[in-house]
Structures are given as structure tokens and as C-alpha cells.
């Protein structure tokens, strides 16, 4: 066991910006209205914990570890989670606002992002196989060689998506997001 682990304990309205983090591990703990911003918390693994109403803004999760990780009603915004611990990294996010953040190449199939703000979000060359998109809001967010097999995108909206550059094959769009499909042609679908 490691030497600063913690499990099954309650954080509410901590300043970790200013307290930092004393344990390394922490598994089935619950975060609720705490502040991450700006914060480096390092090698640290969180593991089916959940974070709720929590602002996680700028921080540098650089090596961090998230497996099983809930996010519900967080501010994420400029976040670089490709610089996360890869192994096992899997996280769902429910009403958060992650604009400006990043999941460049990452590997994370069957993500959910339920009801989000996912503005000028980088998803270029993700793996993000059959990944949901609920009723989430992707402007000026970046699809570049990304893997969207089998996604559902049929209730996101604003989203500009190149069937040429990226893989689509059967994912799930709705008739109201054609146009987001079609926007490189200078077209306009009625």
C-alpha cells in the first residue's frame, strides 16, 4: 500500500491551490467544491473518485493518473489531459466546462461527455471510438485526423467535422448536424 493513501473520504471546499495534496492515491474519495486551479498536483492517482462543482482551471495534470474518475458540474478549462498517466486513464464528464482543453492523441474510446461546453476543445489524431457527445456544445473545437468510429454526436451541436480527414465510420449524426459535415464546401443546407 502506499505510503499516502487515502480511501473513502469526503473533501468539501478545500483550496488544494493553496493546501496541495498530501496523500498520492486516493480511491473512492468525493471532491465537492474544491479549487485545483492552477494546480500541479504531479504523480498523483485518483481512482473511481468523483469531482463535483470543483475548479480545476489551468491546472497541470502532467503525469497524473484518472481511472474511473467522475467530473460533474467542473470547470476544466484549459486543461492538457493528454498529459495525464495514460494507463488505464478513463473519465466521464457530466455538465463541465472544458473549453481551451486538450485530448490531443489520446486513446479514449467510449468517452461520455454528457451536456458540456467543449468549445475550442483539441481532439486531434484521439482515438474517441464510440465516444457520446450529449447535448454538447463543439465550436471552433478541432477535429483533425481523430477517430470518431461508432461516436454519437446526434444531440452535439456546433461541431465542424471533415468526413475527409477523419474517421466517421458509423458514427451517429442527426439531420440538424449534416451541415457540420458539410462545412469545408462553403455550402448552405436549408
Known amino acids: 500500500m502506499p505510503e499516502h493513501y487515502i480511501c473513502e473520504q469526503q473533501f ?3 483550496d488544494f491551490s493553496v493546501d496541495g495534496l498530501t496523500a498520492t492515491e486516493f480511491e473512492q474519495c ?5 479549487n485545483f486551479s492552477t494546480f500541479s498536483p504531479g504523480s498523483i492517482t485518483f481512482m473511481d473518485c468523483i469531482f463535483n462543482n470543483c475548479n480545476m482551471s489551468m491546472a497541470n495534470l502532467q503525469g497524473t493518473a484518472l481511472r474511473d474518475v467522475q467530473f460533474e458540474d467542473c470547470k476544466l478549462v484549459g486543461i492538457h489531459f493528454e498529459n495525464c498517466n495514460p494507463f488505464l486513464f478513463s473519465a466521464s464528464f457530466k455538465n463541465c466546462q472544458l473549453h481551451l482543453s486538450s485530448f490531443y492523441a489520446m486513446k479514449i474510446k467510449k ?7 467543449l468549445q475550442e476543445v483539441d481532439f486531434t489524431s484521439a482515438d474517441l471510438t ?6 454538447c456544445d463543439l465550436a471552433a473545437t478541432l477535429f483533425n485526423k481523430t477517430k470518431l468510429a461508432k461516436a454519437d454526436l446526434r444531440t452535439a451541436y456546433n461541431y465542424s467535422i471533415d468526413p475527409e480527414i477523419n474517421d466517421i465510420k458509423k458514427a451517429r449524426f442527426s439531420l440538424h448536424g449534416i451541415p457540420g ?6 455550402i448552405v443546407v436549408e
Open 111 to 117: 468517452i461520455k461527455f454528457d451536456d458540456c461546453g
Open 181 to 186: 459535415l458539410l462545412d469545408k464546401y462553403d
Open 12 to 14: 468539501e471546499q478545500v
Open 30 to 34: 468525493t471532491f465537492s467544491h474544491c
Open 130 to 135: 464510440g465516444a457520446t457527445f450529449n447535448n
